[in-house]
């Protein structure tokens, strides 16, 4: 039964992908997508350069910041943590905002650049943590307000930088426009390593929800897994970054729909978060897309929109205070 | 009030003082694409005089005057503002930006640009104060304000997730309606960069109630600090304590925005700054925090301006940028 539900997400996550390339300001039907896609002709740009790539990365970009969210959340065990309310989001904007306007001619190392950044941030709220001993969801608070002070850094830069609009507002709320099969590769080796990574942290994951005592007896170390989740987490959702902007909200979303879904195993649990998170970004790209053509919505605004009335009910629900 | 004040509070007024009048001299002279003399304003104050340069005159009347005006007031604003938010709400990081009040007072402006139903032929302050409005109720009434025991980490993270929608319905409503990213990209981040007379005149009635308000209220807010209870039985209505402070703050804060968009993090940084100064007495704070509001917008904007002449900074990125590593120090500090 639990498999079911993978099948399922895959199911859905086709429909919108088939969806996302046949729909647009332009509209063909399937014939016309299969056709191009065997065969190319007169259909081949729209299709083969443009939605393919596009719904590709959206998938990619997805899974990434649904994983990420997964693991923080396991990890700090706070139901409002997630990379971007972390700031790890925007640790990586900036620091791949400064290459974009700095280093012009060190682009290829945008990933790296983007990680690091995004390591800073996560080790920035690391020591605020040690230093205050926050209660969670001050813990959260914390890390928004390092977001904003992120972000707002990351605004300056472009603002005193006029060089490209379009390619500024990209930054700021997170848009899958203009993207091609370049970055594909990239999004896709680093998903294809880093997934099995993190499903062998898996059990000891579960472990680690027992508490630290219990985990400790049953030969879990606790710090190591933490840095390595964590560590995990923030290549994944730099990785994203680097590629489409911040997408708020799909790293905090998505894994509790996924445990929704499938309970808090991480076996599955990690998978599903993945598929889910992929199925947000493509869905709500296509939102973007359709929306008003040939105008188009950066999908972060989207992901935005649906997340944060969730964000509210999760605030509503929460008894930690 | 009867007693005289002690050094420790005049030395800080005189200080600050100094530093508004230094700024209100920089923000009218300086970086300028030509020459400004101070003198260029004597014609404005009744002087005949046939020397001076007109071009700077007119330069000195049109642009540069009602720009510093307008930044001194919206900042007296914010900082009023500020002051009162956190006195009601007796939550030490709350703000007029994290309660949503900018954000909503902004996404109605932007719903109305974008001609949703019939906003348009509203006056702009009036369409920031209905947003401002809605969105203060919304966030107080999900972060729990209205319950017995108020959390006042949860009001704040409603704030932010009120803001991030109502951010989220701005851009939208701005991007699909018409394509003028640029200059919306500016006034969202807060700018004085288009202010003119015209924004003065729609910003000072507005600032004189809000300010009023929070003058004749501010006994009331002292009594208030000691609970309600205590202020209940020291004869104040509190009920109308609060919704005539919530009027104040409104009327602060949709007057702002519509002249210069959402500029965050001042009703923040200012309060606090000015209870360290001056401590706790409302009667005191609210002239003060007023006057270093204004002090404080003056030099940011001058900043925004000179950071990277000749191109212009939205003046809400320098407040941001000098306002959140003071929000990361409050919100990390667990003193509940």
């Not at chain 1, 590709?56 to 990379?83: C, D, E, H, M």
């Not at chain 1, 290459?99 to 080790?123: D, E, K």
């Not at chain 1, 850094?153 to 899958?176: K, M, Q, R, Y």
């Not at chain 2, 503002?81 to 009601?88: D, R, S």
């Amino acid at each position: 039964m639990r498999l079911s539900i993978l099948w399922l997400l895959c199911g859905a996550l086709l429909l919108s992908t088939l969806l996302s390339v046949t729909l647009g300001a332009v509209h063909l039907p399937l014939a016309q997508v299969w056709q191009a896609l065997i065969q190319g002709g007169s259909d081949d740009f729209i299709i083969n350069q443009y939605r393919l790539p596009r719904a590709l990365l959206a998938i990619l970009v997805g899974a990434g910041l649904g994983l990420s969210g997964t693991l923080v959340q396991g990890v700090i065990r706070n139901p409002l943590a997630s990379p971007d309310l972390m700031g790890i989001s925007a640790g990586a904007g900036l620091a791949a905002t400064a290459v974009i306007l700095f280093l012009p001619a060190a682009v290829h190392w945008l990933p790296l650049a983007a990680v690091v950044g995004g390591l800073g941030a996560a080790l920035l709220i690391y020591a605020l943590a040690r230093q205050y001993q926050p209660a969670p969801a001050r813990l959260a608070l914390t890390g928004i307000a390092v977001s904003a002070f992120l972000t707002s850094l990351i605004d300056f830069l472009l603002i005193i930088h006029p060089v490209e609009l379009n390619n500024a507002l990209i930054w700021l709320t997170g848009s899958l426009w203009g993207r091609s099969w370049e970055q594909i590769p990239l999004l896709g080796v680093g998903l294809a390593l880093l997934i099995p990574l993190a499903m062998r942290l898996a059990w000891r994951l579960d472990i680690c929800a027992l508490g630290e005592q219990s985990a400790v007896s049953l030969g879990a170390r606790p710090k190591a897994l933490q840095i390595q989740a964590l560590l995990l987490a923030v290549i994944l959702a730099s990785l994203s970054v680097c590629v489409a902007g911040t997408i708020s909200f799909v790293g905090l979303l998505a894994p509790h729909f996924a445990r929704l879904l499938c309970g808090g195993h991480h076996r599955l649990l990690i998978p599903v978060s993945a598929l889910s998170g992929a199925l947000l970004v493509s869905a709500a790209d296509l939102i973007a897309r359709i929306l008003q053509p040939p105008l188009e919505l950066p999908v972060g605004v989207v992901t935005a929109i649906i997340g944060a009335p969730y964000f509210i009910f999760l605030l509503l629900r929460y008894k930690g205070w | 009030m009867a007693t005289s004040l002690p050094l420790r509070t005049l030395l800080p007024i005189a200080v600050l003082a100094a530093v508004l009048v230094m700024g209100l001299a920089q923000s009218l002279t300086l970086w300028s694409s030509f020459e400004l003399q101070l003198s260029d304003l004597l014609p404005l104050l009744g002087f005949d005089t046939d020397s001076g340069d007109t071009l700077a005159q007119q330069l000195m009347l049109e642009l540069r005057l009602p720009r510093t005006l307008v930044a001194a007031l919206i900042g007296a604003n914010l900082a009023v503002a500020g002051v009162q938010v956190q006195a009601l709400t007796r939550n030490p990081l709350a703000s007029p930006t994290l309660l949503g009040i900018n954000a909503g007072a902004a996404c109605m402006i932007a719903l109305a640009m974008s001609g949703l139903f019939g906003l348009a032929a509203l006056p702009l302050p009036l369409q920031a104060l209905i947003g401002g409005t809605f969105s203060a109720l919304l966030v107080l009434a999900l972060g729990g304000y209205f319950q017995a025991r108020p959390n006042p980490v949860r009001l704040i993270l409603a704030g932010i997730a009120v803001t991030a929608l109502l951010a989220g319905l701005t851009r939208a409503a701005l991007i699909l309606s018409e394509d003028m990213a640029y200059s919306m990209l500016h006034w969202l981040a807060g700018s004085l960069a288009q202010t003119g007379w015209d924004s003065w005149h729609r910003l000072w009635p507005f600032s004189l109630v809000g300010l009023g308000l929070a003058l004749a209220l501010s006994h009331a807010f002292n009594l208030l600090a000691l609970g309600d209870d205590a202020a209940l039985g020291l004869g104040i209505r509190i009920h109308w304590v609060r919704r005539l402070a919530a009027v104040s703050v409104i009327l602060l804060c949709a007057a702002g925005v519509a002249a210069a968009g959402p500029i965050a993090f001042v009703g923040l940084l200012v309060p606090h700054l000015c209870r360290r100064l001056f401590g706790q007495d409302h009667r005191l704070l609210i002239p003060l925090a007023a006057l270093t509001g204004a002090a404080f917008l003056v030099w940011a904007d001058l900043l925004s301006r000179g950071v990277a002449f000749p191109a212009e900074t939205p003046v809400g990125v320098i407040t941001a940028l000098l306002g959140t590593p003071f929000f990361i120090l409050l919100a990390a500090r667990s003193r509940t």
